[in-house]
């Protein structure tokens, strides 16, 4: 079989908004729910999190997905597969004030089956990044044992905040924006290559440096409830148009042959975490 290396570029597929209720009028900031989760355990925080997020209290412009195309041609067809990926990592709050707040992956993977998403891959998380309307520049802190405590989270977003705040009027809210977080990705580094003292792994990837180079290899060496200030979540529609058919990006990456247009590792057969609610590996 010749495959020609996949090609990505901008698509041009309808967008399609995440399905959650309306923000309610007096919804708590992302600065308010930074300064409640700072006084929870890392249970209460993701359960408060969970509460926020299905309640509707997130940003307007974190609402719509932008559409990317990615195509490969194998053994001498072309085949076109149509992605939608919200503009920015996951974040709680108004416009004005909102949190780009780290999580474990079993929440975010019960976030994503709960809104019909998907995390990504780390193919993904580079065509992501190529086809940014805005690339950040990575924000790094010194490491700490502080790094995993909503106080770095804050610390960190809020440099970002100041970063994306001089951009506003040439790329509003809503744009396609990367490079300013690490991403927790689905792979087979999540149940194969294992470390003895890692059974269960957050896989991330990612924070690319302005040269496209990423700061983070892909990497398994953390457990599942580790989360530190430079992880974000960026939930992709699970359900594509596949050559004009929609198709689960799960039926894709089980392919032998169409995984190439979302994965570089080969067919990723189980394409999850364990969610908060259960589930498999």
């Known amino acids: 079989m010749l495959l020609i290396p996949v090609l990505f570029v901008a698509g041009a597929a309808g967008s399609q908004v995440l399905p959650i209720p309306p923000r309610a009028v007096g919804a708590p900031v992302g600065s308010a729910v930074a300064d409640a989760l700072d006084t929870l355990s890392q249970s209460g925080r993701e359960e408060r999190l969970y509460q926020e997020i299905h309640s509707g209290n997130i940003p307007q412009f974190l609402r719509t997905f932008v559409p990317i195309t990615s195509r490969a041609t194998i053994e001498g067809n072309e085949h076109v597969v149509v992605w939608h990926v919200l503009p920015d990592y996951l974040a709680v709050g108004s416009d004005d004030d909102y949190f780009l707040m780290p999580m474990t992956p079993s929440l975010a993977q019960l976030l994503a089956d709960t809104l019909g998403c998907t995390l990504p891959t780390r193919q993904m998380v580079d065509a992501i990044y190529t086809h940014a309307t805005l690339k950040l520049s990575p924000k790094p802190i010194p490491p700490s044992p502080a790094m995993t405590t909503v106080a770095v989270f804050w610390q960190h977003n809020d440099s970002i905040r100041i970063q994306r705040k001089t951009m506003l009027a ?112």
Not at 171 to 184: E, I, M, Q
Not at 190 to 216: A, C, E, F, N, T
Not at 228 to 254: C, F, N, T, W
């Open 170 to 281: 040439q790329h509003p809210l809503g744009v396609l924006v990367a490079g300013h977080k690490k991403d927790v990705i689905i792979s087979n580094a999540i149940v194969s290559g294992l470390k003895p003292s890692v059974p269960k792994p957050v896989v991330i990837y990612g924070w690319h440096r302005p040269d496209g180079i990423p700061i983070q290899p892909l990497y398994n060496g953390h457990g599942e409830k580790y989360a530190d200030y430079s992880h974000g979540i960026r939930l992709v529609k699970k359900m594509m148009v596949l050559d004009g058919q929609p198709v689960s990006a799960e039926s894709i990456l089980a392919d032998e042959e169409l995984c190439i247009l979302l994965s570089d590792e080969g067919v990723i057969l189980r394409p999850r975490y364990e969610s908060a609610l259960g589930g498999t590996r």
